[in-house]
């Protein structure tokens, strides 16, 4: 635990290097995963939609690709 | 320093850090129009939604959204513990999303109003790219505050107060680029829940209106019915695993799986598995999804007899269940080379089967008839989904 501020440190140093650092997918390279159907939420309105009607309805929640709060659903 | 302090200590050097040249671009600027509707177990649920984004400047953009659920329910939880209802909840939402370099802030304040729930829920984010904007970071905060109240007697109009919630979300979330066809996600949300009883009510968590279920002394065929009673705080954990393949021939596949835990005794999982394929001005999507939970542990259909515990609840949604979900999409997409200040338009219709089986939530509407206490068959249900909708960009 003593050595946890050192690699916290070590890390983000070497984390820091990355604006010169290569991608191994070039930007223009991207097009398909930019194409929007590579979106699953690509209509907001229907993808919170979605979230609701399961959220209502099921004891699970979070980690959604939607953020929850607020729907006054118990 | 404490733990959580060099935590947040490296994110911000990170932060600090990783800015680069390459810039996150801000979303959509767009408006969607939707008609809804859920019906299934004898509730419809149907309205409107309206969703505006618009850019300020270059760095900055705003949206509103409100959504309005009309509900009819005279489903089996109103048959037993209450009367058929109708009711309206209204939602709206205000947020503004901050680009700056490959950093993404957000902000958004959300009103849930119907007339016995309140509900604010104040929700910040941030997203920041990096490693070449192969990676994307993000976390989130929301914290909500519900205010509870039930009718009182026989007037429609009279409602007293039951109980106050405090919620609040923390999510955590990073998305890799794997090849140029490919990516794959992680989440991590963790929700607690604690809420706050008004003056002489029991009610917590719950639903003030549900009632659990038990054997009549001295009638044990018999089911007798009391209030609720639920923790006054509740702990979860998500986690979740989603990923997005692009298909050679011009189509897209979206996979993603959950498992979900809490201090309730509750364990569940959903895999979703979603096909997309455009064809000319069309797009066509396909969806799968199953959930499976098992059940609180305070949950039963049937008490032996009243008070038997501490804590009781008969809610199907705290049962062990399981659901399966199949649907379909389809987009027509109108003035793809722009029309007017109309960069593109798309019409939409959309629709889901979801079909519920209960594993230990019997339809007790069947005692009602004779059949005797904790022998009546299983329930279940099919809802039907549907959206309509209309999408500009601008």
Redesign the interface.
């Known amino acids: 635990m003593k050595r946890l501020p050192l690699l916290i440190l070590v890390t983000t140093f070497v984390l820091s290097g990355c604006s010169s650092w290569e991608p191994w997918v070039k930007p223009y390279e991207r097009e398909n995963l930019s194409d929007p159907i590579m979106n699953v939420g690509r209509d907001p309105v229907v993808a919170s939609y979605h979230h609701h009607v399961f959220e209502t309805r099921e004891s699970a929640r979070g980690a959604g690709s939607v953020s929850g709060g607020g729907c006054g659903c118990n | 320093?404490r733990?959580p302090a060099?935590i947040l200590?490296?994110l911000l050097?990170?932060l600090t850090?990783?800015q680069?040249?390459?810039a996150a671009v801000l979303p959509d600027e767009r408006a969607?129009v939707?008609l809804?509707s859920?019906e299934g177990g004898e509730l419809t649920v149907s309205g409107p939604?309206v969703?505006l984004r618009k850019n300020i400047g270059t760095s900055t953009s705003v949206f509103y959204?409100t959504?309005t659920d009309n509900i009819t329910s005279a489903s089996i939880d109103v048959q037993i513990s209450g009367s058929p209802y109708e009711e309206a909840?209204t939602?709206q939402?205000l947020g503004v999303d901050y680009l700056t370099g490959k950093t993404t802030l957000s902000f958004?304040y959300?009103?849930?109003t119907?007339n016995d729930?309140?509900?604010?829920?104040i929700?910040v984010?941030l997203s920041q790219d990096?490693?070449?904007?192969?990676s994307t970071l993000t976390m989130?905060f929301?914290q909500?505050n519900?205010t509870?109240s039930a009718r009182t007697g026989n007037d429609p109009l009279e409602f007293e107060a039951r109980s106050s919630?405090v919620?609040s979300?923390y999510?955590v979330g990073f998305t890799q680029?794997l090849?140029?066809?490919a990516?794959l996600g992680f989440?991590?949300?963790?929700?607690t829940d604690e809420g706050t009883s008004a003056p002489g009510q029991s009610t917590t968590?719950?639903?003030p209106y549900r009632q659990y279920s038990f054997r009549l002394s001295g009638s044990p065929d018999i089911r007798s019915y009391a209030f609720e009673l639920y923790p006054n705080t509740r702990t979860?954990?998500?986690?979740?695993l989603?990923g997005?393949y692009?298909l050679p021939w011009?189509?897209?596949i979206?996979y993603e799986y959950?498992t979900?835990q809490?201090s309730?005794g509750?364990r569940?999982n959903?895999i979703g598995l979603?096909y997309?394929q455009?064809i000319s001005h069309f797009?066509f999507e396909l969806r799968y999804r199953v959930?499976s939970?098992t059940q609180?542990d305070f949950y039963r259909d049937l008490f032996d007899f009243e008070g038997q515990f501490t804590f009781m609840a008969r809610d199907k949604?705290?049962s062990t269940y399981s659901?399966t979900a199949v649907g379909f999409?389809i987009s027509y997409e109108f003035a793809k080379n722009g029309w007017g200040w109309i960069d593109k338009g798309s019409l939409?219709f959309?629709y889901?089967l979801?079909s519920?089986e209960y594993d230990n939530f019997r339809d007790a509407t069947e005692n009602v008839g004779g059949v005797p206490a904790g022998t009546e068959s299983f329930y279940a249900f099919d809802a039907d989904?549907m959206?309509a909708?209309i999408?500009i960009w601008y």
Not at chain 2, 130 to 134: I, K, P, R, T, Y
Not at chain 2, 187 to 191: P, R
Request: charged share 20%.
């Open positions: 320093m733990y060099y200590f490296y050097s990170l850090f990783m680069q040249v390459t969607d939707m809804h859920y939604a969703l959204n959504y909840r939602e939402t958004s959300t009103d849930s119907e729930y309140e509900a604010s829920t929700t984010g990096f490693f070449g904007d192969l989130g929301s909500g519900d509870i919630i919620r979300n999510r680029i090849t140029k066809n990516t989440g991590f949300e963790t929700i968590l719950n639903n979860s954990n998500a986690l979740s989603r997005n692009f011009k189509g897209a979206h959950r979900f809490d309730w509750i569940a959903n979603t997309v455009p797009v959930y939970q609180a949604e705290l659901s999409g939409n959309s889901d979801i519920f989904v959206q909708f999408s």
